[in-house]
């Protein structure tokens, strides 16, 4: 009993990562339709310029903030220097433009940071806690209530302020958005740059867990894309749900088969949802406008 709880602990901290990952999927591809691959990258992003911070003697949640800003704004360059341009070309198109600029973001990664392996110290200590059983660390704590407060700022964002509201409208229909006088590029900038920045934290956040470097944001991006079409791509609630099953999927898979397998989940994952459900969890029935 307590090495399932301790494998269900674990794969709720990591779900919680892949929800947040998942999440700006979400954010981007409500708002422009476009699957941005470059969203791993955004997390490492967050973990390597922290850990340089850190390196430079900047206090931990200086060397955050300033991890976070710096993200948000290449989330804004990435929209204005490559997306924006490309507006009205084929899906496929801007895929391949956010799959280059990902590898455009590792190579400069690791040429003006470093190619090495870094971890952030934790927030509040080693120590662990022994809950039932199970071995949990502080910092697990730190990223479970870290993605809980990001999903209920931007639910109250969504819902209940005009600029959430005009996100949401032109998620819906762009052009409608347009005709009455919502600032459509101003929505798309603001999108990219609160996904840049909830990944930087997401980075934050994990990197006392799991150490950074230059290339894990390939393998986070994969699976938070994963993670948001089990949920169903566009859908917020859809992205923490399916974050944390990938999660617990990937914990108990390694803790009861193999660890070998665990990285396979994801393709598997993928390739179900792809087969059966192809709107995920929470996907909504595709319509189309006349």
Same mark, same amino acid.
């Given at each position: ?63 955050? /903030?300033?991890?976070? &800003?710096?993200?948000? @704004? *290449?989330? %804004? +360059? =990435?929209?204005? $220097? ?5 507006? #009205? ?51 697990? /704590?730190?990223?479970? &209530?870290?993605?809980? @407060? *990001?999903? %209920? +700022? =931007?639910?109250? $964002? ?5 600029? #959430? ?55 986070? &991006? ?7 079409? =089990? ?60």
């Amino acid at each position: 009993m307590s090495d399932l709880l301790q494998f269900l602990a674990s794969g709720v901290t990591v779900g919680a990562v892949y929800a947040l990952v998942a999440l700006g999927f979400t954010i981007i591809y409500n708002a422009s339709d476009v699957v941005n691959f470059a969203q791993g990258e955004f997390v490492m992003l967050g973990g390597m310029i922290s850990v340089a911070g850190v390196a430079a003697g900047l206090p931990l949640p200086l060397a955050a /903030l300033i991890a976070i &800003a710096v993200t948000a @704004a *290449i989330g %804004v +360059a =990435l929209n204005t $220097f490559a997306i924006e341009p490309a507006r #009205g070309a084929p899906v496929v198109s801007l895929i391949i433009i956010t799959i280059g600029a990902s590898i455009f973001i590792r190579g400069v990664t690791q040429i003006v940071l470093d190619k090495g392996t870094h971890r952030l110290p934790s927030f509040s200590g080693d120590e662990p806690l022994h809950v039932f059983g199970a071995t949990v660390l502080p910092q697990s /704590l730190w990223v479970a &209530a870290g993605a809980v @407060a *990001i999903f %209920v +700022a =931007l639910w109250l $964002f969504f819902t209940r302020t005009l600029t #959430g509201r005009a996100v949401l409208a032109t998620s819906n229909n762009r052009l409608a958005a347009q005709l009455v006088g919502i600032n459509t590029r101003f929505v798309m900038t603001l999108s990219f740059a609160l996904s840049a920045a909830i990944g930087a934290l997401a980075g934050v956040l994990i990197t006392p867990i799991l150490p950074t470097s230059f290339e894990v944001g390939i393998s986070l &991006a994969l699976k938070g894309f994963a993670a948001a079409m =089990l949920g169903g791509i566009g859908s917020p609630k859809g992205a923490l749900t399916g974050g944390l099953l990938l999660g617990l999927m990937e914990a108990l898979t390694a803790g009861y088969i193999s660890s070998h397998y665990k990285d396979a989940v994801a393709f598997f994952v993928i390739l179900a949802v792809l087969f059966a459900f192809p709107r995920g969890l929470y996907g909504s029935n595709p319509t189309e406008r006349v």
